[in-house]
């Protein structure tokens, strides 16, 4: 799911064909980097996981039983080759699920560094979201200035130059557009 396209990105900075279309997916790859996390999705994180023959388990820190059920499909990732991919739950527990891997050993529990990420059907289409594209393409164009104006083009509020238009307030500049949108464990801290 891209929230802003090339040809989005390219029409807004007027840049015609001046640079590739490679360059300016990535600032539309960054983007989607920055801001999908910050969006209500149906994800939750696989702290641990251990197998036994083929049947692999994942654990989690908060209780799963009403989330998953035995037969739903479910994408993984950062887990590794084994677990990596659409899987069927075929298993769930307060705070685990079971899937059937590839597996030719047996693993006790053990961590995932970072966290694996399970991602369940959605119902929204991000895509969609009028205000959600319209901060996305806010955040490419920070980016894409970021990368290419003199000290990042950005102004303390002396009106001096500043190096940091990436800071925090990056985000900051487009939280009132997605702010209905908003996952709730992204608003810690």
Known sequence: MALTTVAELRSTLGVGTLYPDATLQEVCDATDAVLLPMLWANTNFAT??????????????????DIYYVGQTINITGAGAHFNGNKTITG??????????????????????????????????????????????????????????????SNLVDYQP??????????????????HALSPSSMVG
Request: glycine share 6%; no cysteine.
């Open 92 to 153: 769930v527990g307060e705070y685990t699920i079971t899937i059937t891997t590839n597996h030719v050993t047996d693993a006790t529990k053990h961590p995932f560094n970072p966290f694996a990420t399970v991602t369940a059907s959605t119902y929204t289409d991000w895509t969609e979201d009028a205000a959600v594209q319209q901060a996305a393409l806010m955040v490419s164009v920070e980016i894409w200035q970021a990368r290419t104006a003199t000290l990042s083009g």
């Open 162 to 179: 500043s190096p940091y238009r990436m800071s925090a307030q990056l985000l900051a500049k487009v939280r009132g557009l997605i702010a």
């Open 48 to 65: 641990a996981h251990s197998n036994q023959g083929t049947v692999g388990t994942l654990y989690f820190d908060t209780e799963v039983q």
